[in-house]
Nanobody, 119 residues
């Protein structure tokens, strides 16, 4: 099984910045992304990136967050700037991994890292 390990979460003041990292145990050729889930809410897409570098962002973070990846290190990053209390959530790393059959991609999830934006 592929293991995804997130790091970089913590407590930050409003307006501050934080950088999340997600390292995969194996080579990832599919899309990687970041999702988040606040208490009482459904998990939502924050940003995603293809192996070729094409990105997609939620409207709420488009002007403030930046996703990137290092294919050689099988690592995806999320640079978060101008953080707001509404950004408080558990952030999960996601990766689409080619199945053993070699015909389909299977989603894998990290355990999550907590980001708290508060004074």
């Amino acid at each position: 099984q592929v293991q995804l390990v997130e790091s970089g979460g913590g407590l930050v003041q409003p307006g501050g910045s934080l950088r999340l990292s997600c390292a995969a145990s194996g080579n990832i050729l599919g899309i990687m992304g970041w999702y988040r889930q606040a208490p009482g809410k459904e998990r939502e897409l924050v940003a995603s990136i293809t192996s070729g570098g094409t990105t997609n962002y939620a409207d709420s973070v488009k002007a403030r967050f930046s996703i990137s990846r290092d294919n050689a290190k099988n690592t995806v990053y999320l640079q978060m700037n101008s953080l707001e209390p509404e950004d408080t959530a558990v952030y999960y790393c996601n990766a689409d991994v080619l199945s053993p059959s070699g015909r389909r991609y299977v989603p894998y999830w990290g355990k999550g890292t907590l980001v708290t934006v508060s004074s």
